[in-house]
């Protein structure tokens, strides 16, 4: 093979790696590369939730989950508090009005971006089936397999350490919530 050949072909290889190797990571950058595109703070509509029922929006360029929660399901039992990385999300981005137990404004809307906090894989929501039908139970991460419970903190053995990342929002109403910040 002559040397121009060689090196074309070598050309066209080393390009389709680099393409492979975005395609590969590019579910887990598009979670962490903020947009520059700037946007003013959000409202969003929850009255027509139903409990148990998330609502995904997109803002600054990622994905924020809103879920309407029973208030019994946030746990503060010390059996549960056992089981997490961190009970007290001391190691958490979060705004100071989320420093409970709740995670959040109020007891029955968890707000939280809806990325792993290991490599920023799109969670799913758990559900369990109960006498009253299916209610939420936390979420999981299809990546790792990463737990977390329904105020977004992570269960221990998992892979990520990390609860899950809260923007500043604020309740403008029983049925609005606005997004302010991260
Ligand atoms: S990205 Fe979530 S456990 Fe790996």
């Known amino acids: 093979m002559s040397l121009t050949r060689r090196k074309l072909l070598l050309n066209i290889v080393s390009g389709f ?8 990571l590019f579910p887990f950058l598009k979670g962490i590369v903020p947009t ?11 009255s027509a939730m139903k409990e148990g029922e998330a609502k995904t929006v ?10 309407k929660r029973h208030p019994d399901f946030i746990s503060k039992h010390s059996s549960h508090l056992k089981n997490l990385i961190d009970p007290f999300s ?4 979060q705004p100071e009005f989320a420093n409970g137990h709740r995670r959040s404004d109020r007891d029955n809307y968890l707000v939280v971006y809806s990325y792993c906090t290991l490599l920023s894989c799109e969670l799913k929501r758990l559900q369990i089936e109960t006498e009253k039908g299916d209610v939420f139970s936390g979420f999981f991460c299809p990546c790792d397999g ?8 992570v269960i221990a053995g998992s892979a990520a350490k990390y609860n899950l990342s809260i923007p500043n929002y604020e309740h403008v109403s029983e049925s609005r919530i606005r997004l302010t910040g991260v």
């Open 90 to 93: 001391r190691n958490s981005s």
């Open 58 to 67: 997109r803002w600054k360029g990622r994905n924020v989950l809103i879920v």
């Open 17 to 24: 790696s680099v393409a492979g190797l975005i395609a590969l």
């Open 146 to 153: 990463s737990r977390y419970d329904t105020s977004g903190r």
């Open 36 to 46: 520059l595109k700037k946007e003013e703070a959000k409202e969003i509509d929850v």
